[in-house]
């Protein structure tokens, strides 16, 4: 158990004075008695708190509002504030009602629809041409139903459809078998923390293995029929750890790839940054016995001397990553694309997509494309050497008009490449589509059809408010980010573009578009910080449909639906139905808790 009690363990151990390391009370006085002793308008105080569940208030300092307050606490530290404040109860019961009238889950051996965990199958395209949905339908989008995720501020979890079954987890690791026919649900399963990743099923027998990650580090092994737990692991010890790439799968195997927050956590002065180190772990479906290990730096993180340029004190670290592998099965090959370092040194496999071996994890070959990119809290202040320019999204394979086939990678830093699958990753062209930076470039995913990828770009901008003192969380700048390319695929030449539309008059109003795009033949779709969800012509870039999330839902579930910013996992589009999310209360994005179905009026 280590490190990684869980708070319901935690609960128990915490009844025995001796047993509880952190003193709950402490940490309230320290880091929270400021703002909730004395509360302000907009800040509910001691008393309210005290109202809330525990898992709210860990949901809260994990994802939630306190975020930015949160990230200098440890794990033991969060869980002893939110035993001393919040009372033990079930977290978010599903009301009866919410239950469907047969609850049996039948997703069969061949599941049709489907739409498979990120992808929507292995070679991460998001582009389908059985999604049931036709161009000319596509004006005709309504919404079917909605469905709330009960006390939560964003809406993130990645959809998988399999049959008619749709599984998706949430903010507050709740993750639900609904009906996609009415968002009525079959069963939910609880998990430790936040679920963003999509679920990949795994045949076992007559039933499946679901598999999926939480932003706490755990991965679980769940039976897709029932809901059941049927193993739970941490791939990566370390207690940075933040799982938000979907799983990839082969053979009875899942490889599981790891990210971190250190690079926030880092701000705080007294962390000794930095010790994270990015991986694939390559885990038996089955069982969650693991297969093989890889990380994305060789060398150990050791303390390191401190001289003129240097950044941290342990190193090296980082390389996170964050999107889902993409199977290469005619290759052997598993492609990854990794983030940047935390600390110095500076190594050579940060912001690179990597080639690794689906048998053993071998590196066969890595293609760096922003070297000495060094980044984290340590050096706050613009003082870092590295600008930042993660790969948070995964790798595409696609296959050019004339048979030969290219791997498509979208970074932070605003350029597409193309590599070479058979020269080692050889940059074949490269295009950029959007300035880059913290919040810019592509964040969560590109589309291609055969013919063309489209990138979203984020570009997303805070704009300080004059003379405020503590700034949780800075308003987006309504002028700045956003804009969607069509880049031909065979050579990178630009085809369309669709600039920003302008957003509305609220505060906290960006066209940014960060969320992964999703494609059918004719139509691809993005949306934007603003709430709107449109449809694009993938002839000319015109919008075709346009729907506003950003409002108030009746629920299939009867918990109250809100949307809000479309960030993160994109949309899923699967038998005749198009799925999304709404809701998510960060990086300047406004908060929302719903899934929002939509099928075209007859
Ligand atoms: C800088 C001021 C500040 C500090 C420090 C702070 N909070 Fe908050 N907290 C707020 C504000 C403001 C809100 C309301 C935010 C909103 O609703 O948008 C809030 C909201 C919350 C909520 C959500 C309540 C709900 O209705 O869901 C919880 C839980 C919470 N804080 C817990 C904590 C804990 C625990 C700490 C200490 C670890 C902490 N806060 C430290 C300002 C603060």
């Not at 082969?250 to 599981?256: A, E, I, L, M, Y």
Request: one cysteine or more; glycine letters at 12%.
């Amino acid at each position: 158990m280590k490190k990684a009690i869980t708070f319901t363990l935690f609960a128990i151990l915490s009844s025995f004075p001796c047993a509880a390391a952190v003193s709950g009370e402490a940490v309230y006085q320290k880091r929270c008695a400021g703002c909730h002793d004395h509360a302000g308008e907009s800040t509910p105080p001691r008393d309210t708190l005290k109202q809330l569940s525990v898992a709210r208030i860990m949901r809260t300092l994990d994802f939630g509002v306190m975020i930015n307050v949160a990230y200098v606490l440890s794990r033991e530290e969060r869980e002893a504030v939110a035993n001393y404040l919040g009372v033990e109860r079930p977290d978010a019961p599903v009301p009866s009602q919410a239950y469907c009238a047969d609850r049996t889950v039948n997703i069969g051996a061949s599941p049709s629809p489907a739409w498979k965990g990120w992808g929507p199958d292995l070679s991460n395209t998001r582009y389908t041409t059985t999604s049931g949905i036709t161009l000319d339908q596509v004006g005709k989008l309504k919404l079917k139903w909605a469905y709330a995720f009960e006390g939560d501020v964003s809406s993130f979890g990645a959809p998988t459809v399999l049959g008619h079954t749709l599984f998706v987890g949430s903010a507050g690791g709740a993750v639900q078998a609904l009906s996609t026919d009415s968002g009525c649900v079959h069963w939910v399963y609880q998990a430790s923390g936040p679920v963003r990743t999509a679920m990949v099923a795994v045949p076992n027998g007559k039933t499946h293995v679901l598999v999926f990650s939480d932003l706490t580090g755990w991965t679980y092994g769940v039976e897709a029929e029932t809901g059941r737990l049927l193993w739970k692991k941490k791939p990566e010890p370390h207690d940075t750890t933040r799982l938000t790439g979907s799983a990839a799968v082969h053979d009875g195997v899942v490889f599981v790839p790891a990210a971190s927050w250190e690079e926030t956590r880092s701000s705080n002065p007294e962390y000794p940054c930095c010790t994270f180190r990015g991986s694939v772990t390559a885990l038996r479906a089955k069982d969650g016995t693991e297969v093989w290990k890889t990380y994305t730096i060789r060398e150990k993180p050791h303390e390191i001397e401190k001289i003129a340029g240097s950044v941290g004190t342990w190193g090296p670290s980082g390389a996170g990553v964050w999107g889902s592998p993409t199977l290469d099965a005619k290759r052997g090959l598993l492609y990854i694309a990794t983030g940047d370092n935390f600390s110095t040194p500076a190594t050579d496999m940060s912001d690179s997509v990597l080639a690794l071996e689906v048998k053993t994890g071998r590196i066969v070959w890595s293609k760096q494309v922003t070297p000495g990119d060094i980044f984290s809290g340590v050096c706050s202040g613009g003082k870092c050497p590295g600008p930042d320019y993660d790969f948070g999204s995964s790798v595409i394979i696609e296959k050019l008009p004339n048979g030969r086939e290219i791997l498509l990678a979208g970074q932070k830093s605003g350029v597409v490449y193309a590599l070479d699958p058979d020269h080692k990753g050889e940059i074949l062209w490269q295009t950029r589509v959007g300035k880059g930076g913290t919040n810019g470039g592509v964040q969560w995913g590109m589309a291609s059809d055969g013919q063309k990828v489209y990138a979203a770009v984020s570009d997303l901008v805070r704009k300080p408010v004059p003379g405020a003192v503590v700034q949780v969380g800075l308003p987006p700048d309504p002028t700045q980010g956003g804009g969607l390319t069509a880049l031909r695929i065979s050579n990178g030449e630009k085809v369309w573009y669709a600039a920003p539309q302008p957003c509305g008059t609220s505060p906290k109003c960006s066209p940014a578009q960060p969320a992964a795009v999703t494609a059918i033949p004719g139509v691809v779709f993005s949306g934007s910080v603003d709430g709107h969800l449109r449809a694009f012509a993938t002839e000319d870039g015109r919008v075709l449909w346009d729907f506003n999330t950003a409002r108030d839902y009746q629920t299939a579930n009867g918990v109250p639906g809100k949307g809000g910013s479309l960030d993160g996992a994109g949309p899923v589009i699967v038998g005749g139905m198009l799925f999304v999310n709404s809701g998510y209360a960060r990086n300047g994005g406004s908060p929302g808790n719903v899934l929002l179905a939509f099928a075209p009026e007859e």
